[in-house]
């Protein structure tokens, strides 16, 4: 996604929360360090829920929250996000490995 500052003045991103669903999180926001006045910069956010927030296949809305400097909030809907209930990993071991742990 992309955070445009419409502003006169540089803006600076700095907390990001998952206001619906609501559920245990942790949140990784990556941006520019400052947005300056009328720029339109890249952002990408990473959001890890701990524990199940629908019914697999569901159909859900989710709503971030974005916070400044000047401790403003902005919110970002994003519609029609499709749960997928996460995969166990196969651990594959090799007889090397066993040695050395």
Not at 9 to 38: C, H, N
Not at 72 to 77: A, D, E, P
């Amino acid at each position: 996604m992309h955070a445009t500052n419409l502003t006169d003045r540089p803006i600076q991103l700095l907390d990001l929360k998952l206001s619906r669903p609501r559920g245990d999180q942790e949140a990784t926001l990556r941006l520019p360090p400052v947005i300056p006045p009328g720029e339109v910069l890249p952002v990408s956010v990473d959001l890890i829920l701990n524990g199940a927030v629908s019914q697999p296949g569901e159909i859900i809305t989710a709503t971030l929250a974005i916070g400044d400097q000047f401790g403003r909030w902005y919110k970002v809907r994003f519609k029609r996000l499709k749960y997928v209930k996460p995969q166990p990993r196969k651990i594959i071991s090799s007889p090397q490995l066993k040695g050395q742990i």
